[in-house]
């Protein structure tokens, strides 16, 4: 998850989710907390995809990091857009967090600038239930080409492409 390779931190990730279980996922969830942390020496850039990862497949165990998660996206020095692609993963167990997913992502939409974290953010939002319709509109006016990990690869193409993609298009095709 420390790789310079994006989609390898993606599937790293993955991985780690599919083997942490029970105790060992949440002693697994708590070192990527801290090797967030400024104190840890050792910050990885993928440790929000792992939690979400190793969440995705223990939801007993994330329940309790569910508050502390969505909070990430309030962190600048967090990889944010990696934070909202893991609430799009754990949507179902962070949708009643606070604070809320949905108005977390709004805001951040907002605050931050940038094409790549709107668009796992407007993903985001749509797995957890909310209409992205108008967002939609706002950032097509843009033609910046933007990444989007699909599940399968990498995606790079123009924003206003990505989101009319059939896995981005339909939530319950991307996994």
């Known amino acids: 998850m420390y790789h310079p390779d994006e989609f390898l931190r993606f599937r790293a990730a993955e991985a780690l989710g ?5 105790k060992t996922a949440r ?7 801290w090797h967030l942390s400024d104190e840890s020496g050792a910050y990885c850039v993928g440790a929000p995809l792992g939690i979400a990862e ?7 165990v994330f329940e309790g990091f569910k508050n502390k998660y969505v909070s990430l ?26 604070p809320d997913p949905v108005e977390k992502l709004r805001e951040k939409i907002e605050e931050i600038e940038s094409l790549d974290f709107a ?6 939002l749509k797995k ?3 209409d992205i319709k108008t967002y939609i509109r706002k950032f097509c006016e843009y033609d910046d080409t933007v990444s989007f ?3 399968k690869t990498i995606l790079k193409n123009k924003f ?8 981005f298009a339909d939530c319950a095709e991307i996994f």
């Open 73 to 98: 996206l309030d962190d600048w020095e967090v990889e944010r857009k990696y934070v909202a692609y893991g609430i799009g993963r754990t949507a179902e167990i962070v949708k009643n967090a606070y």
């Open 18 to 22: 599919h083997l942490c279980k029970g």
């Open 128 to 130: 957890l239930g909310y």
């Open 149 to 151: 990990y699909d599940g």
């Open 27 to 33: 002693n697994f969830i708590l070192r990527l907390f």
């Open 160 to 167: 206003s492409v990505i989101i009319r993609a059939p896995r």
């Open 54 to 60: 190793i969440g995705r497949t223990n939801f007993e």
């Open 119 to 124: 668009v796992y953010a407007l993903w985001a």
